[in-house]
């Protein structure tokens, strides 16, 4: 992920990335108490486009808002930092990861003060392009009354991480997780789209984090007039769909080949998801908007 002469912003200042340091008394490293994003950059004809990076930091100060984590930095000041981070390390296509977290403290009350570090490296497509074989995962998504789902808190992850084990382990390249009513959830870290007689599928808000690639697939969807509806569906459901795909910032848009072993009839390229897949890469590389810096910081 970085080298000897990787920066990192750190509290705004870029730092070297293996030089940073940070205290193990830290809430986070106990508790999993943190808050993070996943953001892709693309080349573009005119420079870099940090795709809905806008998007990715209101969710950032969202999910710190629902876990009670003060982080005052404006989103500007975050999407200054950020063009600033790739500009210094001379990345383009990249991943970028933004991490805030809490400052010493054992106890579980909310922190006083919190730390933010950006980093990005260059990262390929998250799983791969060749279609995933799902398994339905023994785990089920945190209970939304039990945490708050809709915010990316790092110790959530500790789900998916457990998931994803066991999907591998089960010799399946990915987990898919259903809610604890049993309806179809989302990925480790992906949303689900499914399709059905030419109609599109998707579990509805409320039990999966809202992903700013599923709004750019319904944005698209839109725009290609194709059908979707947002609801809960049970497996039973997706068994019988004609094909499916997961969607991600890490792992775009991935077609999905099998759940627990029923594999998806309709050949890819004639699918609903080719065409988003489509859509969707030429749309990330549009080169609307371009790198600018700042020293605002
Ligand atoms: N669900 C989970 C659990 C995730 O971790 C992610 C990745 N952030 C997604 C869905 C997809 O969200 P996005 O499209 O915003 O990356």
Known sequence: YYNNNTLIYLD???????????????????YGYGVFEGIRAYATKNGTRVFKIKEHYERLKRSCELVNIPLDYSVQTLVDATNMLLEKNNLSDAYVRPLVFCDPNMALTRPKEVSIMICAWE???????????????????????????????????????????????????????LDSDGYLAEGPGANLFFEKDGVLFTPQLGNILPGITRATVLELAEKLGVEVQQGLYKPE????????????????????????????PKAWTDTLGKKLQDAYSEFVRQSEKTLRTTTAL
């Open 12 to 30: 705004k200042k870029f730092v070297k990335a293996s030089e940073a340091t940070t205290d193990l008394y830290s809430q986070t490293m106990h």
């Open 123 to 177: 990262w390929g497509a998250y799983l791969g392009d060749k279609h995933l074989r799902l398994n339905v995962s023994s785990y089920c998504r945190p209970h939304p009354r039990s945490i708050k789902i809709e915010a990316k808190v790092c110790g959530h992850y500790v789900n998916s991480i457990l998931a994803t084990n066991e999907a591998k382990d089960n010799g399946y390249d990915e987990a898919l997780l």
């Open 237 to 264: 459901v997706l068994a019988l769909a004609d094909s499916a795909f997961y969607c991600g910032t890490a792992a775009e848009v991935i077609g999905i080949a099998s759940v627990d072993d029923t594999v998806f």
